[in-house]
């Protein structure tokens, strides 16, 4: 298992794909527990005053929101306004507010939940996007440790072909001497754009090109080397800008060792 996939499933997959499989239940739970605190909060109406009561269904709308699903969070805000105002709001047990300022703390409430919600939400994928760039990071300085060691130049170019492989999500990354490469084909330049003909393809909204394969460069000082094939086939991938140019510095990578290859005097 490579340094890519490690990040994948710790940062973007276990836990989000545990609450993927139980969201129903979550969704539940996000509803239901402002009505159990408000029921329970009403039977202590004497200690327990409405502005405590809101901040606890704010710190539950946080608890939901945290789960990185926008629509517990926002269940948990409309369900915590709903039922303040039902057991804590005047006249009681009743959907009416009648004291203007019990109106202003409900729409605060609700409010002040969907803001919580979207700012969770807003966290968490900044901190996927720094979990990601740490993968990134060490998977290359995983492959210059390969380059490092007495490994063959064949073995390092399966490795970074693989690396890439799986950095892009594409079915397959196969190296071809410089030789070999077609004119006619998609490339994915050294700024991370790709290209057909000079003319740039929007990865973002259309993704890789599904026919034909993208022509991926392995240059060294300015010279191609060699280029990487990539095939996305079977299946609509769309990598990152950074994660495109992740794939250009790996493959800079295999060149620099293709080039050394070539420039090693033979052995006697």
């Known amino acids: ?32 527990l402002p009505l159990v605190w408000c029921s329970v909060a009403a039977r202590m109406r004497v200690d327990v005053t409405a502005a405590t009561a809101a901040l606890v269904l704010v710190a539950v709308v946080v608890a939901a929101s945290a789960t990185g699903d926008r629509l517990a969070g926002v269940v948990a805000a409309a369900s915590g306004g709903l039922w303040f105002d039902y057991f804590l709001t005047k006249p009681f047990h009743r959907f009416t507010i009648e004291d203007s300022d019990d109106i202003e703390v409900t729409l605060l409430l609700v409010l002040v939940g969907i803001g919580v919600t979207e700012l969770a939400i807003w966290g968490g994928r900044q901190q996927a996007k720094a979990s990601r760039r740490a993968g990134y990071l060490n ?7 390969i380059v490092s060691a007495q490994v063959s130049t064949t ?7 693989a690396h ?3 950095l892009l999500e594409v079915d397959a990354c196969d190296f071809v001497e410089a030789g070999a490469i077609r004119r006619d084909s998609a490339v994915l330049g ?4 790709v290209t057909i003909r000079g003319s740039l393809v929007n990865v973002d909204r259309d993704g890789l090109p599904v026919l034909g394969e993208v022509v991926l460069p392995a240059r060294h000082r300015g010279v191609v080397e ?4 990539i095939v996305a086939a079977t ?9 495109r140019r992740v794939a250009v510095a790996l493959a800079d990578q295999a060149g620099a060792a293709h080039a050394s290859q070539e420039s090693a005097p033979p052995l006697d």
């Open 164 to 166: 890439i492989a799986e």
């Open 1 to 32: 298992m490579t340094v890519y996939s490690v990040v994948a499933r710790n940062h973007g997959g276990m836990g989000n794909a545990w609450f993927e499989r139980h969201r129903p239940a979550l969704i539940g739970i996000a509803a239901g």
């Open 139 to 145: 998977g290359l300085m995983a492959t210059s440790q």
């Open 190 to 193: 050294p700024d991370g754009e």
């Open 155 to 161: 073995a390092l170019i399966d490795q970074v072909g």
């Open 235 to 243: 299946r609509i991938v769309r990598p990152t800008l950074e994660q």
């Open 226 to 229: 060699g280029a990487f094939l």
